[in-house]
């Protein structure tokens, strides 16, 4: 391409008067927008709108780790996090990907000290945060709290709405933790907030950005919990790294179903920085078999859900160990070239493929960095054959095949083309594979198009 000449050499060296006139008019302009353009910046930055520099972005990827709320509710101390954090080192958890060990609620003594700070609880952590952190550290692993956007947290423990600055300094200078829970109860009044969620979450997101600058440190990673309740997938990624999209999680397969149900009409929302969170994971924990317990890990993982371990660690099952390390699953959950989530390509069990609560999605599809990914559920109470054909997904090309890896039996399948039917799936399991293009289908396949609906003949003659 050709370069302009940055200045015309037979202009005069004096403009004519007009030209100043509009030149002038033009700088005003100019200097105009430059204010509104100021002015709008600082509007989005102040709803919660600043990120850091790329260089000390946090949470590009869904988390992986440990929180204790599952396993432990408030039965929660010191010894309980030193032991989690070195069995998730000994159990080769970390090594496959989980490096946070967060604290849940119930941590602190009821009542903030005079200087108006949370002071953690001193019989269940007589060492401090700040000792437990380090140990966390010293393994190699990141640490979490947890707080509240509300006067309490929702074990009635001290929240941080007013005290957004100090409580974001204190977790992040003072205890050293690298993660932020932010709960969404006992919130006040609408008299005292005038705001609405978006505002009270931006209070702590603009905290820890104004602590982040301050110490140069990067930020805490911000994850947010208001449950759903007011479709956080449209905005919260302006404010922290993930949301929680749905109620709290119970250890059966109905709370799992009704999570996946809901996430299959919103999954679409995540990508790099900003994932929806489904909750803790259940995996080893009530009433799941294995095979529910494989089917709510992948729909998690493939989802872009943060994943947290949320079982007892010491008396883990081999299965439980062998579905929370299968780095098969694991790659798509932390695929560092596609940040998108899968999502349904057909819908339910029910009459037109209607699903619900307890019927949801049950084919979906998306994009990896290896290939298309795909996650059949059989969400019957009973065994079933699923079958689909492939270009029901959008990321597979007709007139190809594709060579077809099991995540989950770890098998290389040989190669597809047109469609795939897996028979018996057991109760509520999944199948996970991984498809990628191995070249043109064999010659003559018959019918010539795999969707019949308005395949034509170059002569015009409609294939039925
Ligand atoms: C709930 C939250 C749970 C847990 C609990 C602690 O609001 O969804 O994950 O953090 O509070 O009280």
Redesign the pocket.
């Known amino acids: 391409m050709k370069s302009m000449p940055l200045k015309d050499p037979r202009s005069p060296l004096a403009p004519p008067r007009h030209a100043v006139i509009v030149s002038s008019a033009l700088t005003f302009a100019l200097a105009a927008l430059g204010v509104a353009l100021a002015a709008l910046s600082m509007l989005y930055f102040g709803r919660g709108g600043a990120h850091p520099p790329a260089d000390m972005r946090v949470g590009r990827l869904p988390v992986m780790g440990y929180n204790t709320?599952n396993a432990y509710h408030c039965d929660i101390n010191e010894t309980v996090l030193l032991e989690t954090a070195s069995l998730i080192k000994s159990l080769g958890l970390a090594d496959v990907g989980y490096d946070y060990v967060n604290v849940?609620?119930c941590y602190s003594e009821k009542k903030r000290n005079d200087n108006g700070d949370i002071v953690a609880d001193p019989t269940r952590f007589p060492h401090g945060m700040k000792w437990l952190t380090d140990h966390i550290h010293s393994l190699g692993l990141k640490a979490g709290i947890?707080s509240d956007a509300g006067w309490f947290?929702?074990?009635l423990y001290p929240g941080s709405f007013q005290n957004e600055e100090r409580d974001a300094k204190l977790f992040r200078e003072e205890w050293g933790f690298d993660l932020l829970?932010y709960?969404n109860?006992a919130v006040p009044f609408d008299e005292i907030s005038r705001e609405n969620i978006i505002g009270r979450y931006v209070r702590m997101s603009d905290a820890i950005a104004t602590q982040a600058k301050a110490s140069g440190q990067p930020p805490l990673l911000l994850s947010l919990?208001e449950?759903g309740n007011q479709q956080p997938w449209l905005w919260a990624k302006r404010i922290g790294q993930s949301w929680?999209t749905t109620g709290?999680i119970g250890p059966n397969w109905n709370s799992v179903a009704d999570i996946i149900n809901k996430n299959s009409f919103i999954s679409w929302a995540s990508d790099f920085y900003g994932h929806g969170d489904l909750?803790?994971l259940e995996v080893g924990n009530g009433d799941l078999t294995f095979e529910e317990a494989k089917a709510h890990f992948t729909a998690w993982a493939f989802m872009k859900s943060p994943l947290l371990i949320g079982t007892h660690l010491a008396d883990a099952s081999t299965e439980t160990l062998s579905i929370l390390k299968n780095t098969e699953i694991i790659a798509i959950n932390q695929d560092p070239v596609v940040g998108t989530a899968i999502t349904p390509f057909r819908w339910g069990a029910g009459p037109q493929w209607t699903s619900n609560s307890t019927h949801p999605a049950q084919y979906w599809s998306g994009e990896s960095e290896n290939g298309t990914v795909f996650m059949l559920l059989n969400v019957l109470d009973e065994p079933a054959d699923l079958f689909f054909n492939l270009t029901e997904s959008p990321w597979i090309r007709s007139g190809r095949q594709y060579s077809v890896r099991d995540l989950w039996a770890h098998t290389d399948n040989g190669t597809a083309a047109r469609n795939i039917s897996v028979p018996a799936v057991p109760a509520h399991g999944v199948v996970a594979l991984l498809l990628q293009d191995a070249g043109d289908e064999p010659e003559g396949i018959e019918p010539k198009c795999s969707v019949l609906e308005w395949c034509i003949d170059k002569n015009g003659t409609l294939i039925r």
């Open positions: 709320w849940d609620d947890y947290t929702c074990a829970k709960d109860c919990c449950w929680r709290d909750d803790m």
